[in-house]
């Protein structure tokens, strides 16, 4: 019997008692953490190879890459960065990357690649419902394209799609109409902590569309969000991982951070630790 079998029949399966079983002595890790590159956006374009090479001796076992100026796969051809990859023993899973430009082209690079999504990362504010409209078939057409070349198409929240907007939270509205067999998502779980929304609540209504999320901290100074290294924040991740690992289907637990008190590097060596310490 597994860790959900038990919940599940030992009736422990309710809003009130899963933080609690979750944070006792069931046990859990997240020894295959990666990283989203733009997290060293400040360093990585001068030397790709050198800082993924850091990145892989800190810990990280997965990267999710973005579009810099040498693309995606930093000047690098598919077949060339997944050797350099399988070298350190490290797999690319996912890239953010333009829905709007090359699609054909990201999609034949990231496959040969070996990577497995293509997320769109950023959107905006939007002014009305009627726009989250038109983003949810755009969602639903690209997605449909990526699907057929045997990739996975998503969308990477931020605090805006959690913010309510003509009655409705805009995050919401994208999952309930595109279509589960063409559109995942990526849950960010610091912007939907920072919006003002209950994670484990969100999870726990659609957790099953979602199967990536970034790990990022943050606190809060009145109207001012400022990013921090894991563990200095105020997201209680013991909590909200324990439920998303045992009843998401999230399968990549990605960290990302912006903002540093000292460094990229320097923060990231710190994330890394509180990852592997993590348990829950």
Known sequence: MNRRDFLVRAGLFTAGAVTLTHTTSLGGTFNDFGLQLYSVRDVLPKDPKGIMTQLAQMGYKKFESYGGPQGFLWGMSPKEIRSF????GVK????HFDMNKDLDKSIADAKEAGLSYLLCPYIGPQKSMDDWKRIAEKFNTVGEQVTKAG??????NHDYSFKTLDGQLPQEYLLENTNPKNVMFELDMCWIDAAGQDPIAHLRKYGKRYELCHI?????TGNKITQSDLGKGQVNYKAILAYAKDFTNIKHYLVEQEEYPESSMISLKNDAEYMKKLTV
Do not use: I, Q, W
């Open 85 to 88: 990859l399988d070298g350190l």
């Open 92 to 95: 690319m899973v996912s890239t």
């Open 151 to 156: 990739l996975k198409f998503g969308y990477h």
């Open 216 to 220: 990022k901290d943050y606190n809060r």
